[in-house]
Every structure is written in structure tokens, then in C-alpha cells.
């Protein structure tokens, strides 16, 4: 084997122009995805895997030739850090005590060791101004890595040596809490490690298990029960836009498990984070690189018990589009005396839209899903490291019931008996949902304490829902005795994010020069830009109601009672571009760490509702034939020349906006030890953030009236001249706030701290709820009108936490929490005539509670001889359980007439609680594990009468995952795993309670889910 100057082959210098070129065809292709048909998306998916399959192919011979000397070595890897900080240490020297090997920590503070046979040995580890440490007995196999991180501390006068003994961090559960115990604030977080375990597929099932997390409608995250709203997202630590139309929520369910590295919940501000969150800022980090080659492959398949997988209510598909023959301007008048040309552009306008109105009937397929990940490490330009990383996967996930339950129950009057029963409906739906995703993520450092790095992640979410509903209607109806409705829509999401960051040290030297003494490190500069694009899509989503006798006999449409069949075509599109930067300065007493950022968000809004008017008779012409609805009756009335059911644009279509929101923020703040009280840390500071979002209706001139506008939202006195108030214009936040935080901890020893905090942040309304505009919904639920004069919301938070490591992977904590809103944004229900939901900003809610952690592992009972062989089975045993404790209260003004001085917040659970029970044998390669959860009733839709709010009631789940890898029986490195959900088989429900009694206002069945799975890996 030839070998160049710099020690490396050929082969190894050309791989990575190899891999770029593959890149670049993946990227060309991926960019076809969100255009292509179902058959285009799977025939680009096949030649993506084969693409992939074929680059590893490539880098296979390479790889191994690199790697087949190593599999009779061993590597020991890891980071150095400041033992009080927890700020990794960049060029710290890391040696093997009487052999010739060594590393200095890169801008990360990471380092490894390659080429040590296998045994034990010392390791010593040093860096100036600091006590050196030496490391005994760290194991090293054959083919193997051993993680091993190190602390240390500042020098003392006897300049003291520091020798203990070897006890890795062989997982990244242990990681993060080792992470959490040097942390400014207060946080929690799940690992890759834990996500696996748990057995979730998405960010949604992982988020369940984090200490006080909860997830709605299974995509969105609460925590300690507040809602999205006052959760902030980020994706590597960057700012990432909502995926909804209907909120500032992110949708975790988009993000398959396979790539994440970890989540991490900041639960406390510091200013150098955004400030826009309350109950956590959760951040979504993507798989980091691995050191050697990576490659794996997989495939599962799974069952629900409530899905009919051979008959039910199905998708049927659509319009892509609005048809090519409507106007821009929209669907022209027929006046009731029309020309024969207008009658004959409304026959070719309607006949444009002849699609099925009704879901189809039939089986819907098994889940089943599919993943291919690559990474690696090579040495480029001079052996500089380079770390590439690769994944990609699909999975089709399903959810049906065909037993499920829609009613409404009003308050007829104020001190009766009871509620009535407006609406009661049979509810049968099936909803298909293809999840496609791919992640590319590469690092390169050109000098040491030097690191640069691209991400670039694409997710896309396809849903598809067919629904039936069916039964009473007591103001629906007008001379049938049964209503029915049914809706069929599709939901197309995707995200599209690119990042660029680096990392940079320097100046450790001149900067001590200038202070006039030796610091530890020089100065840090870190930085960021990203751009992502976050889309929805809803094309011909569909709406058809009517009434039948008993006899079964149709009674035709009351168009009067409720919306005549209707279609809707929506979508949005929104860009957030972003940058950010800061620059650490170690000082002699304290570390400087001062910093900007900007987010511009942009969005555009765009609905267009289509209904069906029959202008020859009074009511729309059907009798249960939908074929004749479209066909004899639609358009020309078959042999005739009078106009039947024909297609009309809705005045409201102009239901569409423009919304812009910037922000721009500095800040400033400390690190230090408080002068006289060894042993406290205070981190502190304060950011600044302008905001300055609005919202535009558009078209610009459309008219802004609706009947609740004056009930609803709160107009300026009229202007001179002027006898009615003006109708709500474009809203705007115009906005600059102060947002101090100070966090204090204090060891009580090296495994124990306490923990005090304060940070103010603030809320923002999404552009839903800021926009004076209607959005419809299917019938059982009402529409919606957002209000252009909310404000923002300023929270004060308070947090206490007493937190406890006694060993590697173990915590018991305990903590406390108090917030205080000053106009929290709440969604409230207003039963008029034509009752619709709106928001408003209350006048002030608090939320207070509590949280109880503990994680422990049973390897301390190895040397228990009372337990004899129990002991060895016992020591892989696992445990840990987190309890959340809250109560909310808002001030209800006393314009809403609801008879309550106070209720709770919307979405505030008053428990939440997780708890596991695991089971791992390396050297058998077994695990197997029960995760059980369970929340408070949480509140979901708030009335502005003096009727009950809705509840949805608590759900106790119970999963069980179980994992067995063939290697230690000769089968190398395939895997088999086994998932059960929710095995206790519990239903959602969602309720009204009154007078002692309760009523059902949503229920369907969950089912439980089974999956195996498959999974090959080198």
C-alpha cells in the first residue's frame, strides 16, 4: 500500500470528492420530492436508497482497509472540562502514561487515542492553570472505544496531582446528566440512548418521557402544562419555525427518532437564549458524528387493533389544485337572470371541480417503515478531520376507529338543571400518514481549536384522512331526522432547513498578556446562520353534509342550519432566516460572554373556499347520488338548458394574509464564583429583544367586517364624522423588552447542587391568532377568528431545584416553580348565533408547582452476597420515575360573562407522571423495558357563557419495548426489536362536567400497536 507524505492512502484523499458528488445528486433529487407524484416520490425514494447503497459500496474497501489493523487495537475517546463550568477545555494535553501516545482536545474539548492494544491503562491529563489529573485502570478492548471524560479543577498553590480511578461514561444518558449537573440552569433532557430504549418513533413519543412534558394531539409538546405557544423549538440551536397554520406550535411528529443525538428542555431563561419561551425551550439535536464507520439498515412493520384494515372509511383523492379554468380573481356571480354565456362558464367551472365528495370505502395498509444511515470520519487536507454523517428514512404510520364519538352540549340557561344535547354523531375515521426525512451533516476542522459544520435536514409529512360522522342534530336539522356529514382532506408538511456554525479559540496568550496573568483558555467564538422554510399544504379539503329520513329516504341539504358542501384549498408558506453569534472572554475573575442574534419570520397565508349553490330550485338538489350531484345535476341539468348545482367562490375567500414578525436581540452576562462563599456559581445577565411583527389581510382592500367583530375585539373611539367604530385593520406589535436573569447554584458537594433562578420571557401571539380573519373547520368543531389587538405576554418564572449524582447515569432531584403572566394569550369559546373560538389576552394567570426525579441502577448489588446469583441479574436492572405537580389560575374578566373569577390555564395538566423499568445484558445483547404514563385532566377549549369547560380526561399508558442483538450468537450485527403500545388500550376523551354528571364531548378509540423490527449495522 502506497502511502504519501501526510501518512495518508490515495484512496482515502479521493473519498471525499466521491462522497460530494453523491451529495450533490441526493440534494438534486431530494428537491424533486415535494413536486413529484406518490409513484414519482417512491421511484425517486428507490434510486435515493440505491444511490446510497452504492456510495457505501464505494466506501466499503476503503473503509475496511482503514479499519482492519484497528480491530486488534483499541481507541479511547472523550472531553475535557472545567470541573466547576462544566465549559469544555480546548488544548488540553491528554497522554498514555509510559507509552508513546497522546492528543490535545480540539475546539470541542474532544480528543481520541487510536492504536492501543488491548489491557488497561493510565491516563494523564494536564492543562495550564489547572490541578493535572491522572486516570488508572481505563479499560481498552479489541475493536473497541472506551468514552472516558474528564474534569478538572483550578490550580491550587501546591499545584497538587489529582489521581482517581477509571469509571466511564459508557452511555449518553449518563452523558447529559453529567452535562445537566454543570449546567447555568435548570434542565432536562432525553439521549439517543433513552430515545431508543423507550422505544419511540418521532420526537413526539420521546418528548413523553422527559420530566415534565406532555404531548397534544399527539404532535405538540406542553411543558409543566403550558402550552406551544409558550414553548420554543430549535433545531441544533437554531430558531425553527411552527409547521402549523393554526399556531406557533412546533410539530414534533415530523422528526423521526433515527435523527436524534438528544432533546434537550431548558426549563430556566439565561440570556443568551432566545426569550420567547415559558415553560421550556426545547432544543432538537440531529446525530452527531461517529468516530468510525457507521452504517446501518433497517426495516419494521407494525398492527393497531383499532385500525379495520380489511373494510372502513378511506382517503379518496382529489384536486391537486384549483382548477386551471377558475379566474385569479375568483368564481364570477350567476346572477338569477343570466346570460347564456355566464350559465356556460359556470357549467365548465363546476365541471372542472367533478371529484368525489364522499371518503371511498376499503382496507388501508400495515405500518411500515425503512432507514439507511451512513457516518464516518477521514482525514482531508493534511489529516485534518473530516466527519460525515447520513440518514435517511420513510415510514407510514396509521390511525383509525370506527367507533368514535362527536356531541355538543350547551348550557340552555343560566342555573339548569343540566346541559342539553344539541349534537351527538357516530364518528368513523382513518387517517395515512407517509413521513419521509433525510439529514446530511458534515464538520471539518482546518486548524486546531478551529471547527466549521453544515446541517442540512428535509422532512416531509403526508397526511391523508377520510371521515364519516352520522347521527343527531338538533338545530342542523330541518325536516330530516339524521345528519351526516363527512370530510376528506390532505395535509402535506414539510421543513427545510440548512445551517452553517463554527467554532473558534483563540488568543489565550495575548489575552493573558494584557490581564497580567495565565487564563485557561483564550477567547471562544461561536456562530451561526440557518435558513429554514416550513410549508403546508391542503389541497381540495373537502366538506359535504346532509340529512336522511329513517326510512332512509334523503331529505336534501339545509343550507341555512350548516355550510352547504364546500372545498377548500389552503396553504402557507413561511422562510426564517436567521444569525446569531457570541464571543466568551475569560477574565481573572469571571467569564464575559456577550452576543446577537437576529430572526426575520415572513409567512403567507392563502385560502380559497368553493361551495355548491343550486340556482334552479331553493335547495341544493341531492338525493344520495353523489354521481348525479356532479353529473345530471351539475352544471346543465342533463337535456336541459337551466343551471343546476353549480360551484361558487365564497365571499369569504378572501380569508388570506401576509404576516411578518423580526426580532432583533443582544445581550450580555456572567459567569463567576460569588466573592466569600466557595461553592456558588451565579450566572447572570440581561438581553434585550426588539419585536416588530403584523399582519395584512390580503388582498389589501378587502372588506374586514364579520358579525362578531364588534362583540369580539376592542375599537378605537370613531373618527370624527364617522358614526360606527373603524372594522379591525392589520394588527402590529411594535415592541422593545428588558429580560433580566440571574442563576445561582451552589455545590453542596461534587455530586450535589441547589439550584435558584429568574428569568422574565415573554409569548407572542402566532399569526393565526393575531390575524381578523375566518378559518372553518369540519363540522363538529367550531371556526375560528383570531383577534388583531392581542398584545404579547411578559411571564416572570421562578425556579428552586435541589439536584443529586451519586454515580454515573443515577439522579434524584427535586424542584419547585412559580410563574406570573401579565396578559396570557387564551383560547376561548363564544356561543352566539353563529358560535365561533377567538383568543384574548387575559388579565393575569399564574402557574405553581412542583417536580420529582429519580433514576437509579442496581449494578451497586454485584458484590451483594446475600443475594447471591441474583445479584448478577439484578445489577443490569434500571429504574427511573419523574412526577410533575401544577396548578394554574387566570383572572376571567368579567366581560366574558362566564360566572368564574378564575380558571385553570388552557393545556395545564395537574399531574403528569412517567416511570420506567429497564433491563440490559451487553454480553448477551439483550434489553427489554415497560415505560408507563400518565397525565391530569388538561383543559381544551374554555366558553364564554357560564357553562362547563372542556376537558380532555386522563389517559394511562403502558409500552414495552424489547431488543435482541445476534451478536453474541454468531449472527454479527443484525438486530431484532419488538414494540407494544399502549397496552392498557384507554381511549381519548374529552368531556363537559356539570352538576355532578359528564358529558362526552369527543371519544375514539386509541387500539394498541404492535411492531417488529429489523435492523443490520456495522
Known amino acids: 500500500m502506497t502511502v504519501d507524505e501526510s501518512g495518508a492512502t490515495p484512496a482515502r484523499l479521493l473519498l471525499p470528492f466521491s462522497d460530494r458528488l453523491r451529495r450533490t445528486v441526493l440534494e438534486r433529487l431530494l428537491s424533486l420530492l415535494p413536486h413529484a407524484s406518490s409513484s414519482g416520490r417512491r421511484a425517486t425514494l428507490l434510486a435515493l436508497s440505491f444511490l446510497a447503497l452504492a456510495g457505501v459500496v464505494f466506501a466499503l474497501p476503503v473503509a475496511h482497509a482503514q479499519s482492519a489493523d484497528a480491530q486488534e487495537t483499541g481507541a479511547i475517546e472523550g472531553v475535557v472540562v472545567n470541573g466547576k463550568t462544566g465549559e469544555t477545555l480546548p488544548g488540553a494535553n491528554v497522554v ?9 482536545t480540539g475546539v470541542d474539548g474532544g480528543y481520541r487515542i487510536d492504536g492501543l492494544a488491548p489491557g488497561a491503562y493510565d491516563l ?13 485502570g481505563v479499560e481498552v478492548a479489541a475493536g473497541e472505544t472506551t468514552t472516558l471524560d474528564v474534569t478538572l479543577n483550578a490550580q491550587t498553590q501546591e499545584r497538587e496531582e489529582v489521581v482517581v480511578t477509571a469509571e466511564v461514561a459508557r452511555n449518553s444518558e449518563a452523558g447529559l446528566l453529567a452535562e445537566r449537573q454543570k449546567a447555568a440552569g435548570v434542565s432536562n433532557a432525553i439521549s439517543a440512548e433513552g430515545i431508543s430504549e423507550s422505544g419511540a418513533s418521532t420526537a413526539a ?7 415534565g412534558a406532555s404531548i397534544t394531539e399527539g404532535k405538540h409538546v406542553n411543558v409543566r402544562g403550558l402550552s406551544g405557544r409558550y414553548v420554543n423549538t430549535t433545531l441544533n440551536g437554531a430558531a425553527l419555525p411552527s409547521t402549523e397554520a393554526d399556531g406557533n406550535a412546533t410539530s414534533f411528529d415530523i422528526f423521526p ?13 439565561t440570556p443568551d437564549k432566545p426569550g420567547n419561551f415559558t415553560g421550556g425551550l426545547v432544543d432538537i439535536g440531529t446525530v452527531a458524528f461517529p468516530s468510525d464507520l457507521n452504517l446501518s439498515l433497517s426495516s419494521s412493520a407494525g398492527y393497531n387493533t383499532a385500525v379495520s384494515y380489511g373494510n372502513g372509511v378511506r382517503f379518496s383523492e382529489g384536486l391537486p389544485d384549483v382548477p386551471g379554468v377558475v379566474p385569479q380573481t375568483g368564481v364570477p356571480e350567476v346572477p338569477k337572470f343570466h346570460s347564456a354565456e355566464q350559465a356556460q362558464q359556470a357549467d365548465r367551472i363546476t365541471n372542472a371541480f367533478n371529484a368525489n365528495l364522499a371518503p371511498a370505502s376499503g382496507g388501508v395498509p400495515y405500518e411500515h417503515g425503512y432507514e439507511l444511515s451512513f457516518g464516518n470520519e477521514f482525514s482531508f487536507l493534511g489529516e485534518r478531520p473530516l466527519g460525515v454523517v447520513a440518514s435517511f428514512s420513510y415510514d407510514q404510520n396509521i390511525s383509525a376507529y370506527d367507533d368514535g364519538l362527536t356531541a355538543r352540549h350547551p348550557l340552555s340557561s343560566t342555573g339548569a338543571d343540566s346541559l342539553t344535547t344539541d349534537l351527538r354523531l357516530e364518528d368513523q375515521s382513518s387517517t395515512v400518514e407517509d413521513l419521509y426525512s433525510a439529514l446530511a451533516n458534515t464538520s471539518f476542522q482546518p486548524f486546531d481549536n478551529h471547527e466549521i459544520g453544515v446541517n442540512l435536514l428535509y422532512t416531509r409529512s403526508e397526511e391523508r384522512q377520510g371521515r364519516f360522522q352520522e347521527g343527531f342534530g338538533r338545530e342542523l336539522l330541518s325536516g330530516g331526522d339524521v345528519f351526516q356529514t363527512r370530510t376528506i382532506q390532505k395535509t402535506v408538511r ?26 485557561s483558555q483564550g477567547l471562544r467564538l461561536k456562530w451561526k446562520g440557518a435558513i429554514t422554510r416550513t410549508k403546508q399544504d391542503q389541497p381540495d379539503y373537502r366538506l359535504f353534509a346532509n340529512e336522511v329520513n329513517d326510512d332512509g329516504t334523503f331529505a336534501g341539504i339545509n343550507v341555512s342550519g350548516y355550510s352547504p358542501p364546500a372545498r377548500y384549498f389552503r396553504d402557507f408558506d413561511q422562510e426564517t432566516p436567521s444569525a446569531e453569534a457570541s464571543l466568551d472572554i475569560p477574565l481573572a475573575v469571571l467569564d464575559l460572554k456577550v452576543g446577537g442574534s437576529y430572526r426575520n419570520k415572513d409567512r403567507a397565508f392563502r385560502q380559497r373556499r368553493f361551495i355548491y349553490k343550486n340556482y334552479s330550485e331553493s335547495a341544493l338538489d341531492y338525493q344520495g347520488d353523489l354521481d348525479a350531484f356532479f353529473g345530471a345535476n351539475g352544471g346543465f341539468r342533463d337535456g336541459m338548458d337551466e343551471l343546476g348545482n353549480v360551484i361558487q367562490e365564497s365571499a369569504s375567500s378572501v380569508n388570506n394574509y401576509n404576516g411578518a414578525q423580526e426580532v432583533a436581540a443582544g445581550f450580555a452576562m456572567v459567569d463567576m464564583a460569588v466573592p466569600g462563599v466557595p461553592g456558588l456559581r451565579l450566572v447572570g445577565g440581561v438581553r434585550v429583544e426588539r419585536t416588530d411583527q403584523q399582519i395584512e389581510v390580503y388582498p389589501s382592500d378587502a372588506p374586514l367586517r364579520y358579525p362578531l367583530a364588534d362583540s369580539l375585539f376592542r375599537f378605537p373611539e370613531p373618527p370624527p364624522g364617522r358614526a360606527e367604530p373603524p372594522a379591525p385593520g392589520p394588527g402590529r406589535i411594535e415592541q422593545t423588552d428588558w429580560l433580566p436573569s440571574a442563576n445561582l447554584t451552589y455545590a453542596l458537594s461534587d455530586e450535589m447542587n441547589l439550584r435558584a433562578t429568574y428569568g422574565r420571557t415573554l409569548a407572542r401571539p402566532s399569526f393565526k391568532e393575531f390575524a381578523p380573519i375566518r378559518f372553518s373547520n369540519f363540522t363538529g368543531a367550531y371556526p375560528e377568528i383570531g383577534n388583531p389587538n392581542l398584545d404579547r405576554t411578559l411571564v416572570d418564572n421562578f425556579d428552586l431545584r435541589w439536584e443529586w449524582f451519586p454515580r454515573p447515569g443515577e439522579l434524584l432531584a427535586a424542584s419547585g416553580f412559580y410563574k406570573t403572566f401579565d396578559g396570557a394569550i387564551e383560547r376561548s369559546f363564544v356561543p352566539v348565533n353563529n358560535p365561533v373560538v377567538t383568543y384574548f389576552n387575559s388579565e393575569r394567570a399564574t402557574v405553581y408547582g412542583a417536580e420529582f426525579e429519580a433514576r437509579t441502577r442496581f449494578k451497586f448489588l454485584d458484590d ?6 441474583a445479584a448478577s441479574w439484578l445489577e443490569h436492572l434500571k429504574a427511573g420515575a419523574n412526577l410533575t405537580l401544577a396548578q394554574s389560575s387566570v383572572d376571567v374578566p368579567d366581560s366574558l360573562q362566564t360566572g368564574q373569577d378564575t380558571r385553570p390555564l388552557q393545556g395545564q395538566s395537574p399531574y403528569l407522571v412517567n416511570a420506567n423499568l429497564a433491563y440490559d445484558r451487553p454480553e448477551w445483547g439483550t434489553s427489554a423495558g415497560f415505560y408507563y404514563n400518565v397525565f391530569g385532566q388538561r383543559l381544551t377549549a374554555i366558553t364564554r357563557d357560564a357553562g362547563p369547560n372542556r376537558f380532555e380526561q386522563p389517559r394511562h399508558t403502558l409500552d414495552f419495548t424489547f431488543a435482541q442483538r445476534m451478536k453474541p450468537l454468531g449472527l454479527g450485527g443484525l438486530e431484532v426489536t419488538f414494540k407494544a403500545k399502549n397496552l392498557l388500550g384507554e381511549d381519548h376523551l374529552v368531556t363537559r362536567q356539570y352538576r355532578g354528571a359528564t358529558y362526552p364531548v369527543r371519544r375514539h378509540d386509541l387500539g394498541r400497536s404492535f411492531t417488529l423490527g429489523l435492523e443490520y449495522s456495522l
Open 124 to 136: 494523564k491529563c494536564s492543562f495550564v492553570s489547572y490541578q493535572p489529573k491522572t486516570i488508572t
Open 494 to 519: 414539510d421543513v427545510r432547513s440548512g445551517q452553517v456554525h463554527g467554532e473558534h479559540t483563540f488568543g489565550r496568550e495575548a489575552l493573558g498578556a494584557l490581564l497580567g496573568t495565565d487564563l
Open 864 to 869: 451483594a452476597a446475600s443475594l447471591g446469583d
Open 257 to 269: 427518532s433515527n435523527l436524534l443525538e438528544n432533546i434537550v428542555v431548558s426549563k430556566t431563561f
Open 96 to 104: 498514555v502514561v509510559g507509552e508513546q501516545k497522546g492528543a490535545s
Open 205 to 211: 413519543g420521546a418528548m413523553e418521557k422527559v420530566t
